[in-house]
């Protein structure tokens, strides 16, 4: 998967970069503009099984001819599933108690920064397609592990406690950079504001897996990676 994001983001960049080199745009459109902004987002780690997110919050942006700047300061949820860690200490009566479907949740404050390109010749349109990258700092504020708990008894018998929780925060690092990549349009709205939807793929750039002695369920290198569908609308222009 990493060589695969790596390839997409380069073919991204090269596309960004042919159509800055043939776009030519007026000065009409050009502005600070601030809004509003979300998304959805599909949440993976390492490992298989995702964790739904979200993200929310607010923006600016500025045209300048066929360019767009935006940068925001959102709420965004990341995360990813766990392998099943095992070996844990055992109750009385027990022969073994296994932690199953482990998802991590981490709630985040970001802040994006990215830059559009807009399709050559969609300068008069009322919807305009773009390609889209930039770069994000994330503080996470908790790390919110929730998973099943498998018991094992000594007569071979099971019972499975679901809806457990824990607070992991001490796991993962708190400081994090993520690179994002995509395609969106933009609509335009009463008064010169401007509507957006776009799709985003976010991967993350350091490692965030703290832990480094411990059973193997928690072990192993950790990145982020996510899928996003954004939606976002501008509110006052100046």
């Known amino acids: 998967m990493k060589k695969n994001s790596i390839k997409f983001f380069k073919s991204l960049a090269i596309g960004l970069f042919v159509l800055s080199s ?3 745009w007026s000065q009409e459109d050009s502005g600070l503009q601030v809004g509003l902004m979300t998304s959805i987002n599909n949440n993976q ?14 923006f600016a942006d500025y045209n300048y001819k066929f ?9 965004d949820r990341l995360g990813g599933a766990r392998p ?14 296994t932690f ?5 949740s981490l709630h985040n404050v970001s802040v994006p920064l990215l830059v559009s390109v807009y399709y050559p010749g969609s300068e008069d349109a009322d919807l305009k397609p773009r390609l889209t990258a930039g ?16 018991f094992e008894f000594d007569d071979n018998t099971y019972a499975r406690f679901s809806g457990d929780k824990e607070d992991v925060s001490g796991d993962y690092q708190q400081h994090h950079l ?19 939807i776009e799709v985003l ?11 480094e002695l411990a059973r193997r369920g928690n072990l192993g290198d950790i990145y982020t990676n996510t899928i996003s569908i954004g939606f976002g609308t501008t509110i006052f222009k100046f």
Not at 45 to 58: D, H, I, Q, T
Not at 100 to 104: A, Q, Y
């Open 84 to 97: 099943d860690l095992e070996g844990l200490e055992q109750p009385l009566s027990t022969t073994s108690v």
């Open 67 to 75: 360019l767009n700047g935006r940068i925001g300061i959102v709420y």
């Open 45 to 58: 780690f390492e490992s298989a099984g995702s964790v739904f997110g979200f993200m929310a919050g607010g």
């Open 22 to 24: 043939t776009q030519v």
């Open 100 to 104: 199953t479907d482990r998802r991590v």
């Open 178 to 196: 993520t690179y994002m990549a995509g395609f969106g349009f933009d609509f335009n709205l009463s008064d010169g504001r401007k509507a957006y």
């Open 135 to 150: 770069i994000a700092y994330s503080y996470t504020i908790k790390a919110i592990e929730k998973r099943d708990i498998m």
């Open 201 to 211: 793929y976010k991967r993350g750039i350091n490692e965030i897996n703290k832990v």
